[in-house]
């Protein structure tokens, strides 16, 4: 892994998770907890889709920062669900 993609992996980690915080809690989580949230996101929408047969985006950026935001709304809508915090 060269600098360039681990880079990568971060920016669009944290625009991932900024969106998919976004969209659960109405604001973000702030730099680090977007980029945790995103990256990890990116796994969860990974599967989803895959299981789902679903492709989305028109490019690999849109696509991967879509296939995060979706993984971090399902890790924050699960995780609020079960804080009992809405």
Not at 4 to 22: M, T, Y
Not at 43 to 68: A, D, H, Q, R, Y
Request: no cysteine; net charge positive; charged share 5%.
């Amino acid at each position: 892994m060269t600098l360039d993609h681990l880079i990568a992996i971060v920016v669009i980690g944290a625009a991932a998770g900024w969106l998919g915080s976004f969209l659960v809690k109405g604001r973000g989580l702030g730099l680090i907890g977007n980029i945790i949230v995103g990256i990890l996101g990116s796994f969860v929408g990974s599967w989803l889709l895959k299981e789902l047969n679903v492709s989305i985006g028109s490019t690999p950026l849109v696509s991967s920062i879509l296939t995060g935001a979706i993984g971090a709304f399902v890790i924050l809508f699960v995780a609020s669900f079960f804080s009992g915090k809405s």
